[in-house]
C-alpha cells in the first residue's frame, strides 16, 4: 500500500486517526529484503533491549500479535516475533503516574539510537523533535492504552534507497551533481492494552521512489518546515531549489 502524507503538508502533531479499515500488520513483496535487513541489523546494533517489563505484558502483546498474523512460527517471544515481521515494535508502559518505554524491537531507527530510549517517559522520547507539544504527554500515554487503535504518519526526504538510518551507518546527502530524492514515510500504529497498562507501538517503513513523487507538493511541504525543522529532516537550501526546480518541469 502507497502512503503519500507529504501531500498533505508537514506536521509534528500527533495527529492520531483512528484506525477503521487498514490492516495491523502488512506483508508485501519486499517481505524477503526487510528480513535480511533485520538480521543484518542484529549483527551491527542494539535491537532488541527491555526495561521493568513484566511477562503479563509480553504475554498480551505477543497473543495479540498471534492472532493477526497466523502464519508466525515459533517461538512465539516478543523477540522471535519482531525478527518475522516487516514492522519494528515496541511497548510503552504507565505504572504510579509515570511512563516508560519498557521494551523494543527497532531494526530500522530513523537517525536514533533505541538504547537511548529504553526506560524513557513518553516526553523525554520526543524532547529532540523541533516544535511538537509535549505538554500533554503523559496524557498521550494514558490516551494511547485507553483508547484506539490509532494510526499517524512520519515521514521525511532521503536521498538513496534504504530503510535503516541508525546513527552508525553512513548515509548520503543531498549532492546537486547526483540528485537522487526519495520519501521515507513511516506508518505508525499504537494498540492499548488496558488490561496491563500498556500501549504496542507498531512502526512500518515505506519509501516513496522518484518517479513516485508529486515535486510540487513536496517542494510545499518541506518549504514550509521552520528553520529547525528543516535541519532536522536534513532540508537545505540545495534541496528546496532542486525540488522547485523538479515541480516547474512537472507542471
Not at 66 to 72: A, C, F, G, R, T
Amino acid at each position: 500500500m502507497k502512503y503519500t502524507p507529504y501531500l498533505d503538508g508537514y506536521s509534528v502533531l500527533p495527529a492520531l486517526h483512528k484506525l477503521e479499515n487498514q490492516p495491523i500488520f502488512e506483508k508485501d513483496e519486499q517481505a524477503d529484503y526487510y528480513l535480511a535487513e533485520k538480521r543484518l541489523a542484529q549483527i551491527t546494533q542494539k535491537v532488541f533491549l527491555e526495561y521493568d517489563i513484566s511477562p503479563q505484558i509480553y504475554q498480551s502483546v505477543c497473543n495479540y500479535i498471534i492472532s493477526k498474523v497466523p502464519e508466525l512460527k515459533p517461538p512465539f517471544t516478543f523477540n522471535s516475533i519482531a525478527m518475522q515481521l516487516q514492522e519494528d515494535l515496541a511497548i510503552h508502559r504507565v505504572e504510579n503516574k509515570k511512563d516508560w518505554l519498557a521494551a523494543c524491537h527497532i531494526s530500522f531507527p530513523s537517525r536514533w539510537l533505541p538504547e537511548e530510549k529504553i526506560g524513557k517517559s513518553f516526553q523525554q522520547i520526543h524532547t529532540p523533535v523541533p516544535g511538537m507539544n509535549l505538554e500533554n504527554a503523559f496524557k498521550m500515554a494514558q490516551s494511547a492504552i485507553l483508547h484506539g487503535p490509532y494510526f499517524r504518519f512520519v515521514w521525511g526526504p532521503i536521498f538513496e534507497k534504504q530503510i535503516n538510518f541508525h546513527p552508525s551507518l553512513m548515509r548520503l546527502a543531498f549532492n546537486l551533481n547526483f540528485p537522487s530524492v526519495l520519501i521515507k514515510v513511516e506508518r505508525q500504529l499504537v494498540i492499548g492494552f488496558p488490561e496491563v497498562n500498556a500501549f504496542l507501538f507498531v512502526i512500518r517503513q515505506h519509501l516513496i521512489l522518484s518517479n513516485e513523487i508529486d515535486y510540487s507538493a513536496l517542494f510545499n511541504s518541506c518549504k514550509q518546515m521552520s528553520e529547525a525543522q528543516k535541519i532536522y529532516k536534513n532540508v537545505n537550501f540545495e534541496l528546496l531549489e532542486y525540488l522547485e526546480k523538479k515541480a516547474k518541469e512537472t507542471l
